[in-house]
C-alpha cells in the first residue's frame, strides 16, 4: 500500500473515532507530502457516511454523526487555508447553487458535497435545507448559476426534484442552467424520468459530474 493511502486509512479510522487532534495532524502530514486531494475527501466522506449507516442501525447517536460532519467541515477549512497558501486552489470552474428541497432538512451530505465542490474550484452558493421550487430557481437566476444541484433525501419530497425543472421550462429558462440531483432515494432512472442533465450518488461523482457538465 502506498504511504498516501496509509495515511488515508488512518484519517479513516480516526474520523470513525471521533478524534479531530489526530485527523488534523494526519491530514497537515498528507498534505504536506503533496498526496491528491480529492481522494482523501471522499475517503473522509465514506467515514462519516459509515456513521451514518450506524446510527440507523441504533449503534451511535445523531451528535456521534453531526460531530464527525464537524470534523470533516474543520478538515476541509484546513484544506482550503492551506492550499490557499499553497496557491495551488484551482481557478473559478463555475458558478452552482445547491441546496435541499421543501420539507427536507436533511443537510450533513449536502454540506460535505458543498466544502468538496468548493475545494474543487467552484463558486458554492449554500441555499440551504426546505426550499419551495421557486426559490431555487429564483435564487439560480439571482446568482446567474451555472449548475443547480438539488436533494431530496426522503421519498415523499422527491416531486420537488421534478418541479423546479418544470418551473425552468415553464419559465423558458430551462437551457440556461444544469440540472444535477441527488439523495438516498434518487436514481439515474428518475434523473432521466424528469430531465434532469445528472444524477450523483456521493459527493466525489458530485465533482467529476459538475466538472463534465461545465465541459472540463
Ligand atoms: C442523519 C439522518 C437524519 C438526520 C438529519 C440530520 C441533518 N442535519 O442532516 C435527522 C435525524 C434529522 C433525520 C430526519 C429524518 N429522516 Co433521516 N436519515 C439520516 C441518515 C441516517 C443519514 C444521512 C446522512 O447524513 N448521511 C451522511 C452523509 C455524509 O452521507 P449521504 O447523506 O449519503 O450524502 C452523500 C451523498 O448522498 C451525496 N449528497 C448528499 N446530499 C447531497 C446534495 C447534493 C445537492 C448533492 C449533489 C449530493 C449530495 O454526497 C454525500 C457525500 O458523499 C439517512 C440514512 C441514509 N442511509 O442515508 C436517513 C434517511 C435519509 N432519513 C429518512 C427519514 C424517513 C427521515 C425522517 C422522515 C424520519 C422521521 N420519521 O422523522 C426525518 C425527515 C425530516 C425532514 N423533514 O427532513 C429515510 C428516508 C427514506 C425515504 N426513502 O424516504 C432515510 C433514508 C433512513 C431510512 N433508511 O429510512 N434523518
Do not use: W
Request: hydrophobic share 45%; net charge negative.
Amino acid at each position: 500500500m502506498s504511504k498516501g493511502k496509509a495515511i488515508q486509512n488512518d484519517i479513516h479510522q480516526a474520523l470513525l473515532e471521533l478524534d479531530e487532534g489526530r485527523v488534523e495532524h494526519l491530514t497537515s502530514e498528507y498534505l504536506r507530502a503533496g498526496y491528491e486531494v480529492t481522494s482523501l475527501l471522499q475517503t473522509m466522506s465514506n467515514a462519516v457516511s459509515e456513521i451514518g449507516a450506524k446510527f440507523e442501525n441504533g449503534d451511535c447517536y445523531l451528535p456521534q454523526l453531526i460531530n464527525s460532519v464537524e470534523i470533516m467541515e474543520n478538515t476541509i477549512k484546513l484544506i482550503h487555508e492551506k492550499l490557499a497558501e499553497s496557491d495551488e486552489l484551482a481557478e473559478e470552474k463555475g458558478v452552482l447553487v445547491i441546496g435541499t428541497v421543501k420539507n427536507d432538512v436533511h443537510d450533513l451530505g449536502k454540506n460535505v458535497t458543498s466544502s468538496m465542490l468548493r475545494i474543487a474550484g467552484f463558486r458554492v452558493i449554500d441555499l440551504g435545507t426546505d426550499l419551495p421550487a421557486l426559490d431555487i430557481v429564483e435564487d439560480a437566476l439571482e446568482n446567474d448559476a451555472d449548475i443547480i444541484a438539488i436533494s431530496s433525501m426522503t421519498t415523499v419530497t422527491m416531486p420537488c426534484l421534478a418541479e423546479v425543472i418544470a418551473i425552468l421550462e415553464n419559465m423558458g429558462v430551462r437551457s440556461r442552467f444544469k440540472v444535477l440531483i441527488s439523495g438516498a432515494p434518487v436514481t439515474q432512472e428518475y434523473a432521466e424520468l424528469i430531465g434532469a442533465d445528472a444524477y450523483v450518488k456521493s459527493a466525489e461523482e458530485a465533482v467529476v459530474t459538475a466538472k463534465r457538465l461545465m465541459g472540463r
